[in-house]
């Protein structure tokens, strides 16, 4: 973790005392506005002061927004049952996810979380806009789908077989990113009264494609408690399933980004009503909606249909 010697401003600047004090006092179970009880306080407080020790070359006074959209974040991380880790939650994807579940009046906490990032050599290419961007992907062909479906169904190793599964079926089944598998367990898998199959993850219900509805149920009866993905760690994961897909000859590489591009290119291409894409996607904007279009298959419609040969 940072100690004072090696905190630098952008310029150089050192750490000042006085603000490596009041990081090392705050409490913000103490102050007017309602944000942390003192119980959550003793849970989270570890997380937010070393997310905060980087920063230690402003003025006391400055770093104040930063302190409260920390604890923001850690507040809100803790009560959705997410690790407290900085990489994860700091990620542009997870702050987005973060930014859509605040009131409004709060949504500038985002821009301080970013510059908290970048202190942190969080670095992301979103991360100098202050604006989180979704990774766009070309989304895997029906082909490609079956071939790394069949390889996950094959797989000797059954915790591997099940956590290939998983990946498939909440990446290109129901468009989960990556950071919002974690803590997705078989409770989360349910229907709605439309009869639907139904995923929830911290954003919302994403409703599951009728192909990996079975993978799903097969995922969830495997594994009844914790993690459907299996018990590793965030990032570690998808990074060890990846490794596993490697090399395979006939078998795409494992990339949780192409997934979910296969997720939202599906529903555009079923002509989903884009109410239902936003919910079901996360996606918070035609924007970033707009980004999977050039991947997505155009609708055959043009004035001159070629002949048939
Ligand atoms: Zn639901």
């Known amino acids: 973790m940072n100690t004072q010697k090696n905190i630098e401003g952008p310029n150089g600047e050192k750490a ?3 603000t490596l004090e009041l990081i090392n006092g705050y409490n913000p179970t103490k102050s007017k506005v309602d944000l942390v009880s003192p119980a959550e306080w003793s849970q989270i407080s570890t997380f937010v002061r070393n997310s905060l020790r980087p920063m230690a070359y402003m003025a006391p006074n400055t770093l104040r927004p930063f302190m409260t959209a920390a604890t923001r974040l850690a507040v809100w991380a803790h009560r959705q049952g997410l690790d407290l880790d900085l990489g994860y939650l700091f990620d542009p994807l997870m702050l987005e996810a973060f930014e859509v ?8 906490v985002v821009s301080y979380l970013t510059r908290l990032a970048e202190a942190n050599n969080l670095h992301t290419p979103a991360a100098s806009t202050g604006v989180p961007r979704p990774t766009y992907q070309r989304p895997y062909s029906t082909h490609e789908i079956q071939s790394l479906t069949a390889f996950a169904k094959a797989h000797s190793n059954l915790n591997r077989r099940i956590s290939l599964l998983a990946i498939l079926a909440l990446g290109a089944g129901a468009g989960v990113v990556r950071q919002r598998m974690r803590g ?7 229907t709605h009264d439309d009869g639907s199959t139904y995923v929830r993850t911290i954003t919302g219900c994403s409703k599951v494609t009728d192909g990996f509805v079975g993978i799903l149920d097969e995922v969830c009866r495997a594994r009844p408690e914790g993690q459907l993905i299996g018990a590793a760690q965030g990032d570690d994961l998808t990074t060890y399933a990846t490794s596993w897909v490697k090399g395979r000859v006939g078998v795409p590489e494992l990339n ?8 939202i290119c599906g529903l555009i291409e ?5 109410q239902n894409i936003f919910e079901w996607s996360g996606v918070s904007n035609l924007e970033s909606l707009d980004g999977y279009m050039p ?5 055959s419609t043009s004035c001159t249909e070629s002949v048939a040969q």
């Open 256 to 263: 949780v980004d192409r997934l979910r591009a296969t997720y």
């Open 270 to 274: 079923a002509h989903a009503p884009l």
């Open 184 to 190: 997705v367990g078989a409770d989360a898998v349910h």
């Open 295 to 299: 991947f997505c298959t155009k609708p």
């Open 101 to 108: 579940q605040q009131e409004a009046g709060v949504l500038n």
């Open 16 to 18: 000042k005392k006085e």
